[in-house]
């Protein structure tokens, strides 16, 4: 696997293995997993999508799991945070309910919740985004995870960074496509998620109008040597957020 990271080689194999083994070494029953699909993202395509599915879910029964899978949009990184604190700064504001909240992070919780709760006799089949839905808007969601932080210690305050750098657009126009493999390989080399406060905050997903010298994304980081790292690796890599100015 160490071997195949630093190719870059995904073997279908290996990960319907390392996904479903670790499920089972929890205990699970019922297993949902997220598909993202994009071309940037792990699975690439419908057909590979479909094929990966079926073999995970026929693996899955071979071992006694009841597994579900949820095809989702893997065009663009979900939120605005890519690292620890960053994205633990975007679950917060979702489960408070905060206006602010990334609301493609939102709806992606409430997809997926839902079909977990179907796991459930007792919930209908498309009713459970709904339930989960009531959940989140009555706050209980956010009491809940209160609850499970007080059990681990307790709830912390969510670290800042030492070092930022915006990353700014070059043109006016629309954001046409991200980069999801490279923006991920900056948010690694700014330190994420070893360092907990590195990584990427995106702060315009796709559609979004830009003018020319607006923050596309910030890199953050821990130390200048990695902030250096990142930003290095950026000056031969263009477009990671590719603006459309026609």
């Given amino acids: 696997i160490r071997v195949e990271k630093v190719l870059d080689l995904d073997s279908e194999g290996q990960l319907v293995a ?3 083994s ?7 029953t019922h297993v949902l997993i997220d598909m993202p699909i994009g071309e940037t993202a792990k699975v690439r395509s419908t057909a590979m999508a479909e094929r990966l599915a079926a073999n995970l879910k026929i693996t899955g029964k071979k071992l006694g799991l009841s ?18 604190a960053l994205e633990a700064r975007d679950l917060v504001a979702v489960l408070k309910n905060d206006p602010a909240a990334p609301q493609d992070l939102r709806r992606h919780a409430l997809a997926l919740a839902g079909l977990v709760l179907e796991f459930s006799p007792h919930v209908k089949k498309h009713d459970g985004i709904n339930v989960a839905r009531d959940i989140l808007d009555s706050g209980n969601a956010w009491k809940k995870f209160q609850a499970i932080c007080d059990a681990q210690g307790g709830m912390r305050d969510i670290p800042t960074p030492s070092f930022t750098h915006d990353i700014t657009a070059e043109r ?8 999801n493999r490279r923006i991920a390989r900056v948010a690694k080399l700014a330190g994420a998620p070893i360092d907990k406060v590195a990584g990427i905050d995106l702060h315009t997903p796709l559609g979004t109008a830009v003018e020319k010298g607006q923050p596309l994304f ?24 590719k603006v459309d100015g026609d």
């Fill in 172 to 179: 006016g126009g629309k954001v046409v496509s991200i980069d």
């Fill in 18 to 20: 390392s996904v479903l």
């Fill in 218 to 241: 910030t890199v953050c980081a821990e130390s200048r040597g990695e902030l250096d790292y990142a930003l290095d690796y950026l000056k031969d890599q263009n477009h990671i957020v």
């Fill in 22 to 28: 670790k499920k089972i070494a929890a205990g699970s």
């Fill in 67 to 84: 597994v579900n899978i949820h095809f989702s949009d893997g065009t663009q990184p979900v939120g605005r945070g890519i690292g620890p």
